[in-house]
T-cell receptor
Framework: DAGVIQSPRHEVTEMGQEVTLRCKPI?????LFWYRQTMMRGLELLIY????????DSGMPEDRFSAKMPNASFSTLKIQPSEPRDSAVYFC?????????????FGDGTRLSIL | AQSVAQPEDQVNVAEGNPLTVKCTYS??????LFWYVQYPNRGLQFLLK??????LVKGSYGFEAEFNKSQTSFHLKKPSALVSDSALYFC?????????????FGKGTRLHILP
């Protein structure tokens, strides 16, 4: 059974460029979460979706960040324009249903470096 | 507001010795508690969860955790540590009293198993 798939695994780009991170959740999961992990701030929830609908985007740091989930098997997180302080590991996670007792399953992340 | 604390940034244990990684929580209502492990360059992996029932929960890789309601703790334990257990461990909490599906993660504890 395939897990959560994220692409690319690594991204290096110059500040000001647009960055798009991609996620394919586990089939049948209907909740999807985007996190950011840094040494300084730890693991931060950016946004989550349920049945493709954004439920809470209060963790999105700025208007430069946007996320979409056009269908049940695909989501994107976009940063435009990117800045060096956006450098982090970005994780996507999915869970089986909308329920706080369900574990989340994480992808292996995208390591983003903004020069 | 719910929160989770992992009081130790790092724990060092000799191989073969028992290990404990501490976690305390604060939540309205009954808690749902989780432990995750993160290996280098990987996403978080679900280890075990407490929802209700027996206070001692068994999970993957020989790990277990004990729910203690009076002390609001959910410490992770293993009777005999392996070098391969060296990783970053996250405790997480949620509750039905949430108005959303967020799981709150602790800052993580780095476990070093010394050969």
């Amino acid at each position: 059974d395939a897990g959560v798939i994220q692409s690319p695994r690594h991204e290096v780009t110059e500040m000001g460029q647009e960055v798009t991170l991609r996620c394919k959740p586990i089939s049948g999961h209907n909740s999807l979460f985007w996190y950011r992990q840094t040494m300084m701030r730890g693991l931060e929830l950016l946004i989550y979706f349920n049945n493709n609908v954004p439920i809470d985007d209060s963790g999105m740091p700025e208007d430069r960040f946007s996320a979409k989930m056009p269908n049940a098997s695909f989501s994107t997180l976009k940063i435009q324009p990117s800045e060096p302080r956006d450098s982090a590991v970005y994780f996507c996670a999915s869970s089986l249903s909308r329920g706080v007792n369900q574990p989340q399953h994480f992808g292996d992340g995208t390591r983003l470096s903004i020069l | 507001a719910q929160s989770v604390a992992q009081p130790e940034d790092q724990v060092n244990v000799a191989e073969g010795n028992p290990l404990t990684v501490k976690c305390t929580y604060s939540v309205s209502g009954n808690p749902y508690l989780f432990w995750y492990v993160q290996y280098p360059n990987r996403g978080l992996q679900f280890l075990l969860k407490y929802i209700t029932g027996d206070n001692l929960v068994k999970g993957s890789y020989g790990f277990e955790a004990e729910f203690n309601k009076s002390q609001t703790s959910f410490h992770l334990k293993k009777p005999s540590a392996l070098v391969s257990d060296s990783a970053l461990y996250f405790c997480a909490v949620s509750s039905l009293m949430n108005r959303d599906d967020k799981i709150i993660f602790g800052k993580g504890t780095r476990l070093h198993i010394l050969p």
